[in-house]
């Protein structure tokens, strides 16, 4: 009996792997001196998005967005090592970009290319 119940969450496990297969619907991103990783992302327009933020550098950065796809407030600064997670629905389909607001960062290449697939 315990080994059928074994059975069965393992089998629970693996459907919803394969059923969330293609739903991009969480991404964590990396901030550092001078880039983001990944340079591109992807989410689902009307579904929640979650997005971990880490700053994987040595000053301060963080994240923006363009607001016809969130009006959901973004961290101000994350310091060196610091971590965020903020969960959004984007509004609309598109191709947007996402860029470190510091002075000078996103000119220095901290930018990247969010895609919002229709759902
Ligand atoms: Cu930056």
């Known amino acids: 009996m315990t080994r059928n119940l074994a059975l069965a969450g393992v089998l629970?496990?693996?459907?919803?792997?394969?059923?969330?297969?293609?739903?991009?619907?969480?991404?964590?991103?990396?901030?550092s001196e001078f880039e983001i990783k990944p340079s591109g992302v992807s989410a689902v327009a009307g579904k929640?998005?979650?997005?971990?933020?880490?700053?994987?550098?040595?000053?301060?950065?963080?994240l923006r967005l363009e607001s016809t796809v969130t009006d959901i407030p973004l961290p101000v600064a994350l310091a060196p090592g610091e971590k965020a997670t903020v969960t959004f629905i984007p509004k609309t389909a598109g191709t947007f970009t996402y860029w470190c607001g510091i002075p000078g960062h996103?000119?220095?290449?901290?930018?990247g290319t969010l895609t919002i697939e229709a759902s």
């Open 12 to 31: 629970f496990v693996l459907v919803m792997a394969i059923a969330g297969c293609g739903q991009r619907n969480s991404a964590t991103v990396k901030l």
């Open 48 to 62: 929640p998005f979650t997005l971990t933020l880490i700053n994987d550098g040595r000053v301060r950065h963080n």
């Open 106 to 111: 996103e000119r220095a290449g901290m930018v």
